[in-house]
């Protein structure tokens, strides 16, 4: 429990509401309710065990600060609740609530253990993959998935290291439940394509082709889409991503609708596994990569040729769509 000022504000509620909620309690001492729901959020606090924060707001003490979200919700009597996630307020109670209401309230907002536990794992694999330990980083991920299943960062982290490091098998089992999804996620879509290339290097004869032994191939008939699609499969497969794109681009370009338009679908795919996804509120920025692709929440800042060179293939995309 923290006591709010307008020296600490933006600091102990504002920033720190970036990393967990925090709920601040407006309150004076001459308010009878606020007496009485002081206490239950105090226990709420120990009970929930970190989960979320209190902060308590003298609304005698810090008039300003009070009025002012009093005014933004439009709320004129105390005890007033605010709650903080992500540097905003996002909702409120009025009222001594009982501890159930109160903690039916908090439940809308506030992680699960699950979730904090997952997320933990994930720091922590992330630790041990710049520590070079990539086993233990897989059971931590895996670990993340088992406590939290809706946590599709930490899904999509531990499907892009089962890839990368051969566990097919695995990867395609923990892709199973975002891939039954209507809309279909287009980060596990992309990660399902990623898996496909790897997998046609493994069971196709032509995983094994030269560079020049596919172009020999296509040199003979240009509109030979299952040999280019098999030579841009392959290139996906071996992290050559612009190129991969470059022969899925003259698929596009010549039959945008062949096969079901797998040749769009595969470059699309490409693109979202080379957008680094956005970092998490608060976090920093030391990332590490797992088959050449940031793992999510950890994510380098995209620096501008990589940016530039994302732009120029969406563009070259759009043109040979339109």
């Given at each position: 429990m923290i006591d709010v000022t307008l020296e600490n504000f933006e600091t102990e509620v504002m920033l720190a509401s970036t990393q967990v909620p925090v709920l601040v309690d407006i309150w004076a001492e001459w308010c009878g309710p606020c007496k009485q729901l002081g206490p239950v959020l105090e226990q709420l606090e120990v009970e929930y065990a970190g989960r979320f924060v209190l902060a308590k707001l003298d609304a005698d003490k810090v008039k300003e600060l009070a009025g002012q979200l009093s005014q933004m919700f439009g709320v004129r009597s105390i005890p007033f609740c605010v709650l903080f996630k992500g540097g905003q307020p996002v909702d409120g109670f009025v009222g001594a609530l009982p501890a159930a209401q109160v903690r039916e309230f908090l439940n809308k907002h506030v992680p699960s253990e699950g979730a904090l536990t997952a997320e933990a794992e994930v720091d922590e694999a992330e630790a041990l993959l710049q520590s070079g330990d990539t086993d233990a980083a897989l059971a931590k991920l895996a670990d993340a998935v088992a406590q939290d299943p809706g946590n599709d960062d930490a899904r999509a982290d531990y499907v892009r290291l089962l890839i990368s490091t051969g566990a097919y098998e695995e990867a395609a089992a923990v892709l199973e439940e975002p891939l039954r999804r209507e809309p279909r996620p287009l980060r596990f879509d992309a990660l399902r394509r990623w898996l496909d290339a790897r997998e046609f290097v493994e069971k196709d004869d032509r995983g094994n082709w030269t560079v020049e032994q596919f172009d020999a191939k296509i040199a003979e008939n240009k509109r030979d889409f299952d040999t280019r699609f098999a030579k841009a499969q392959a290139?996906?497969?071996?992290?050559?991503?612009?190129?991969?794109?470059?022969e899925l681009l003259e698929?596009?370009?010549?039959?945008?609708?062949?096969?079901?338009e797998a040749a769009r679908k595969a470059y699309?795919?490409?693109?979202?596994?080379l957008t680094p996804p956005p970092a998490k509120a608060g976090a920093g920025a030391d990332g590490k990569t797992a088959g050449g692709i940031e793992l999510t929440g950890k994510a380098a800042k995209q620096e501008d040729p990589q940016a530039e060179l994302l732009s120029s293939y969406r563009r070259k995309l759009s043109m040979a769509l339109n």
């Open positions: 290139l996906m497969a071996e992290g050559q991503w612009t190129a991969s794109m470059d698929i596009i370009m010549r039959d945008r609708k062949w096969n079901d699309v795919a490409i693109l979202e596994l």
